[in-house]
């Protein structure tokens, strides 16, 4: 496999001779104000050469960079208003296919019905780093998707193309540990999206013990950036709790006497990839590492948020009829006071109650695709987990009691059974939930719970 560096190197001396050819000289774009992108992207797709086409492209992202936001966010609406398919070629194409739809009219309709701004993105990527451009690129569209015209069909050009670009083949499975380049590790605590990494010391105790994983998928275009990773604990058994997992005063265990392999944190680290799905993907590999290395591994569960839950009941509690009785909501406005978490004759009561009422949020809560309405939920059903265990209390940071009341849920991964509950999830939405989970719900005709 070529080097990365010396790929990088290659195209960026292929850059240098093009910016002779086509009139810029190196630095053109750091030390000028950004001029006529627009006008420079129109050049990029009239057919140049290769060494001037990747001279443009460096030219554009270094002009783009360098802008300031006003200008950058009328750069993107530029390229989602202009750069869209030409629309005489379009119809001409259709005119032909109508006419006589055979294979190769068929072919000229799809080359005509895609937006230039797709092959413009394809261009750009050609310059040294143009990948990560793009990626930042994106991102920033993300954030101002509101104000720019055209959005979403640009948005899908970038979607669709990073899909190939960052499709499974492309990814570089890592193991992060205490060793790995402290400019990475800086990047891991930045990213963690689950549990806050608070500094370097919470860190080593989530890397360095000898019963504590962590792996990351990188992308050879973007050598120091994680695109998503995975924290992992090795366990005698099912945690209940975060807090078990991090606790400073734990005693870590041999790796010999784990059973169990506990993933408690993902955290996608790139915004401008986001809706590229890397996660499930991760999850497999990791199992599949894990197993190599250590065969007396027999569980392979999450220690999951329930990000949507105080959302949901909240709705819940302010409807006339729903799924709480009269009762439950009584019972439930001791949620409203501070420190309720702390009282050990309220969480006596609420506990249980808790427990009850999410097994109704999980298993009968459904959007209008008749999927759960839990995005964590979503991601493990639809890769074949099975909805284990609600675990009260298991939460009890400041995040952690806003987006769930403390709620913590163990989807459990049985190597079995993934392919079959992926299937059942995928054709009819239904949900594999243990025996035990099954029981809090009342069942009803209709609802998607399946028993596993």
Same mark, same amino acid.
């Given at each position: 496999?070529?080097?990365? +560096?010396?790929?990088?190197?290659?195209? $960026?001396?292929?850059?240098?001779?093009?910016?002779?050819?086509?009139?810029?000289?190196?630095?053109?774009?750091?030390? +000028?104000?950004?001029?006529?992108?627009?006008?420079?992207?129109?050049?990029?797709?009239?057919?140049?050469?290769?060494?001037?086409?990747?001279?443009?492209?460096?030219?554009?992202?270094?002009?783009?960079?360098? %802008?300031?936001?006003?200008?950058?966010?009328?750069?993107?609406?530029?390229? %989602?208003?202009?750069?869209?398919?030409?629309?005489?070629?379009?119809?001409?194409?259709?005119? !032909?296919?109508? %006419?006589?739809?055979?294979?190769?009219?068929?072919?000229?309709?799809?080359?005509?019905?895609?937006?230039?701004?797709?092959?413009?993105?394809? #261009? *750009? @990527?050609?310059?040294?780093?143009?990948?990560?451009?793009?990626?930042?690129?994106?991102?920033?569209?993300? #954030?101002?998707?509101?104000?720019?015209?055209?959005?979403?069909?640009?948005?899908?050009?970038?979607?669709?193309?990073?899909?190939?670009?960052?499709?499974?083949?492309?990814?570089?499975?890592?193991?992060?540990?205490?060793?790995?380049?402290?400019?990475?590790?800086?990047?891991?605590?930045?990213?963690?999206?689950?549990?806050? &990494?608070?500094?370097?010391?919470?860190?080593?105790?989530? /890397?360095?013990?000898?019963?504590?994983?962590?792996?990351?998928?990188?992308?050879?275009?973007?050598?120091?950036?994680?695109?998503?990773?995975?924290?992992?604990?090795?366990?005698?058994?099912?945690?209940?709790?975060?807090?078990?997992?991090?606790?400073?005063?734990?005693?870590?265990?041999?790796?010999?006497?784990?059973?169990?392999?506990?993933?408690?944190?993902? =955290?996608?680290? $790139?915004?401008? *990839?986001?809706?590229?799905?890397?996660?499930?993907?991760?999850?497999?590999?990791?199992?599949?590492?894990?197993?190599?290395?250590?065969?007396?591994?027999? @569980?392979?569960?999450?220690?999951?948020?329930?990000?949507?839950?105080?959302?949901?009941? !909240?709705?819940?509690?302010?409807?006339?009829?729903?799924?709480? =009785?009269?009762?439950?909501? %009584?019972?439930?406005?001791? /949620?409203? =006071?501070?420190?309720?978490?702390?009282?050990?004759?309220?969480?006596?009561?609420?506990?249980?109650?808790?427990? +009850?009422?999410?097994?109704?949020?999980?298993?009968?809560?459904?959007?209008?695709?008749?999927?759960?309405?839990?995005?964590?939920?979503?991601?493990?059903?639809?890769?074949?987990?099975?909805?284990?265990?609600?675990?009260?209390?298991?939460? /009890?940071?400041?995040?952690?009691?806003?987006? +769930?009341?403390?709620?913590?849920?163990?989807?459990?991964?049985? *190597?079995?059974? &993934?392919?079959?509950?992926?299937?059942?999830?995928?054709?009819?939405?239904?949900?594999?939930?243990?025996?035990?989970?099954?029981?809090?719900?009342?069942?009803?005709?209709?609802?998607?719970?399946?028993?596993?």
């Amino acid at each position: 496999m070529m080097d990365g +560096s010396f790929f990088g190197d290659l195209l $960026q001396t292929i850059a240098d001779r093009g910016r002779a050819l086509v009139g810029l000289s190196r630095g053109d774009g750091a030390d +000028s104000p950004p001029q006529d992108l627009i006008g420079l992207c129109d050049a990029l797709l009239s057919g140049r050469g290769e060494a001037s086409g990747v001279a443009l492209a460096q030219e554009i992202l270094t002009r783009y960079a360098a %802008a300031d936001g006003a200008e950058r966010q009328r750069f993107l609406a530029a390229l %989602a208003e202009r750069f869209g398919p030409d629309r005489k070629r379009l119809e001409q194409a259709i005119a !032909a296919w109508t %006419a006589d739809p055979d294979d190769r009219r068929a072919i000229d309709l799809h080359v005509a019905a895609e937006p230039r701004r797709q092959e413009l993105i394809r #261009r *750009l @990527n050609l310059a040294p780093g143009g990948t990560h451009s793009l990626v930042r690129m994106r991102e920033e569209a993300l #954030r101002h998707a509101a104000s720019i015209p055209g959005f979403d069909a640009m948005d899908a050009d970038f979607a669709h193309l990073f899909s190939s670009w960052f499709n499974r083949g492309f990814l570089v499975l890592r193991r992060i540990d205490w060793s790995t380049p402290a400019n990475i590790l800086h990047k891991i605590i930045r990213y963690e999206a689950v549990h806050a &990494i608070h500094d370097w010391e919470d860190l080593r105790r989530r /890397l360095e013990p000898p019963d504590r994983r962590c792996f990351a998928f990188f992308h050879p275009q973007l050598v120091d950036e994680p695109l998503i990773f995975v924290e992992i604990a090795l366990t005698d058994g099912i945690a209940s709790s975060i807090a078990e997992l991090l606790s400073e005063d734990r005693k870590p265990m041999p790796t010999a006497q784990a059973t169990t392999a506990i993933f408690y944190s993902i =955290s996608n680290c $790139q915004d401008g *990839l986001r809706g590229i799905s890397f996660g499930n993907f991760l999850l497999k590999q990791v199992v599949q590492e894990l197993s190599r290395e250590l065969p007396g591994l027999t @569980n392979f569960v999450t220690l999951s948020p329930a990000p949507g839950f105080a959302g949901w009941l !909240a709705k819940e509690r302010a409807k006339e009829s729903g799924m709480l =009785s009269a009762e439950e909501k %009584a019972r439930l406005t001791a /949620l409203d =006071s501070d420190g309720w978490h702390r009282d050990p004759a309220v969480v006596e009561t609420m506990s249980p109650l808790l427990q +009850s009422v999410a097994a109704r949020y999980f298993l009968k809560a459904q959007g209008a695709n008749r999927r759960p309405v839990d995005p964590v939920a979503r991601f493990h059903l639809g890769n074949g987990a099975r909805l284990e265990r609600i675990n009260p209390m298991a939460d /009890l940071s400041a995040k952690g009691l806003k987006q +769930s009341h403390g709620v913590m849920v163990n989807y459990l991964y049985d *190597l079995r059974h &993934i392919e079959r509950n992926h299937e059942s999830f995928a054709e009819g939405g239904k949900v594999a939930a243990s025996t035990a989970l099954h029981k809090l719900v009342k069942s009803e005709t209709g609802t998607a719970v399946a028993v596993a």
